[in-house]
């Protein structure tokens, strides 16, 4: 059992449109989080959640909304896409709400081109 | 300047050799990870340091609290272990911002 999914693997969508990113953990985690890695391969922290609650966003444009339904989920949607938004996009779950607490799990990761 | 700084950038080694990545850090923090992604992409967490030391089969990591410094230990290193190694902190001021070094590329060569 994958223990933190993130749907789809691949995404290749045109400049102008808005789509999303699922993202599930099984792991029983109080705490979520988006991170984006850009073409340098530079990770970088997006937003984090915490129990359904919004805890770290991380200067992100608000064309980038993230949506937690309950803990085990946490959503990506990002409106009217720019070719600066691709990247590969992490899911990562952890159970403490700062890292400190233990050890986090990543997703393996959405790769988004935008055209 | 990156708060989170990682050197060398590139190494390139030969296969049995001990490999050293060191991390250095200029914020306060609470945690740092270190963390290996594959080519194929997929980031795993090795450790989480606090204090000290924690060695997990051939990989051993320290980190010294006061010199703001971290070091990642491969003993015996094999091809597998050929990967982007990326340090990370949580920092213990503001609003727990995650910062991350700019990774290392470890080749194995066989």
């Known amino acids: 059992d994958t223990a933190v999914s993130q749907t789809p693997k691949y995404l290749v969508t045109q400049m102008g449109n808005d789509k999303s990113i699922k993202c599930e953990q099984n792991l029983g985690h109080d705490t979520m989080y988006w991170y984006k890695q850009d073409s340098k391969k530079f990770l970088k922290i997006m937003f984090s959640?915490?129990?359904?609650?919004?805890?770290i966003n991380e200067t992100v444009p608000n064309r980038f909304s993230p949506k937690s339904p309950d803990k085990a989920h946490l959503n990506l949607h990002i409106n009217s896409l720019e070719l600066g938004d691709s990247a590969v996009y992490f899911c990562a779950s952890s159970q403490e709400r700062r890292w400190a607490g233990s050890g986090y799990t990543f997703g393996s990761g959405t790769r988004l081109t935008v055209v | 300047k990156n708060e989170v700084e990682q050197s060398p950038q590139n190494l390139t080694a030969q296969e049995g050799e001990f490999i050293t990545i060191n991390c250095s850090y200029s914020?306060?923090?609470?945690?740092l990870h270190w963390l290996q992604q594959h080519p194929g992409g997929g980031i795993v967490s090795l450790f989480m340091l606090s204090s000290g030391k924690k060695k997990h089969g051939r990989l051993i990591a320290t980190i010294n609290i006061q010199e703001k410094h971290s070091s990642l230990h491969i003993t015996a290193s094999h091809p597998r272990d050929s990967a982007v190694y990326i340090c990370?902190?949580?920092?213990?001021?503001?609003?727990?911002?995650?910062?991350f070094g700019t990774g290392t590329r470890l080749t194995i060569i066989p």
């Open positions: 990370a902190v949580v920092s213990n001021f503001g609003n727990e911002k995650l910062t």
């Open positions: 959640y915490n129990n359904k609650e919004l805890i």
């Open positions: 914020v306060g923090i609470s945690a």
